[in-house]
């Protein structure tokens, strides 16, 4: 994984909200409606969150009826969780702070 995608990565999951959709995401596929019923965020916002999560590739999306319905992309929080895990085994090997 590039630095770059690091970086939008965890530029994306610096929020609450989003962060909150995540957790949301974790039980699986949810419509935009229901999200926005969880999380007392207006439609726009709601938008605005899913278009950021969804730009460093966190989120899949796809239309349904006048809906979309968002789920986690495995794929791309597998890689980023191995690249996390690559910094604590470096650290590790190298005397570091991460058991």
């Not at 995608?5 to 909150?20: F, P, W």
């Not at 009826?65 to 650290?91: M, P, V």
Request: glycine share 10%; net charge negative.
């Amino acid at each position: 994984m590039e630095l770059s995608e690091v970086s939008l990565l965890c530029k994306a999951l610096s929020d609450q909200n989003r962060l909150r959709i995540v957790q949301l995401l974790t039980g699986g596929e949810q419509c935009g409606c229901e999200l926005l019923d969880q999380l007392q965020i207006t439609q726009p916002t709601l938008s605005h969150h899913m278009k950021v999560l969804g730009g460093c590739g966190l989120v899949s999306s796809v239309k349904k009826g006048k809906w979309n319905h968002y789920s986690l992309n495995c794929d791309q929080w597998t890689a980023f969780r191995n690249y996390i895990e690559s910094i604590r085994d470096a650290s590790k090997d190298e005397g570091g702070c991460c058991p």
